[in-house]
């Protein structure tokens, strides 16, 4: 077993790269086809700008998305997802759909299986 | 909206109880048939005992588990799954596969479906 491993269990090694408040939330975004720093953080839940640097890089480190320089505008990056990012996508499913059904006023934007 | 929440989206509001590294692996344990402090505390992620008390009230304060003092033995706490807490096992299975898909050499112990 790797040692940055917590255990052999999938769970806990998928949790140590999404086991937080917000990196499934960007993934959200990116699965709702935005790409720009700005677009993640004008997402309602107001993601504070470190926080969102930080697991962009954490994204991009681990193959989940991909970051893009635009030679037209200078200093301009986007990021999109890798097919490895794209594969969480039943994961927010799985989510999304768990918490439609126990939040009260909660709306999907994620298209429902 | 309720004050506490940080936006109506379904994936948020589950973040706000699951988003750590820890909840959802005492939540893998219930299912696995555990219901002692010490067994989830001998699982190998070596979970700290003042973390695992506080995912096991929120557990209880959010109606996923039940805690339950037997007379025989004073003091022995056990703990079970709501049919709320049950209800997780889609979550569990699709952050499990997903696992077992990315990470080389994991294994699950949930029986797959």
């Known amino acids: 077993m790797p040692a940055n491993r917590r255990s052999p269990c999938p769970v ?4 140590d790269i999404f086991g937080d408040k917000w990196t ?3 993934k959200r975004d990116m ?3 935005r790409t720009q720093f700005t677009e993640f953080s004008d997402s309602p839940e107001k993601i504070a700008t470190n926080i969102l640097s930080d697991r962009l890089s954490k994204l991009v ?5 991909e970051r893009h320089r635009s030679d037209e505008s200078a200093g301009r990056v986007s990021y ?7 594969s969480l996508k039943p994961v927010l499913r799985a989510v999304a759909n768990w918490g439609l059904k ?3 006023g909660t709306e ?4 429902p299986k």
């Open 108 to 111: 999907a934007r994620l298209t």
């Open 80 to 86: 999109t997802l890798t097919s490895k990012g794209k």
């Open 24 to 26: 499934l939330l960007v």
């Open 12 to 15: 806990a090694c998928t949790l």
């Open 61 to 65: 480190e681990h193959g989940l998305a």
């Open 31 to 33: 699965l709702l086809g």
């Open 102 to 104: 126990n939040f009260e």
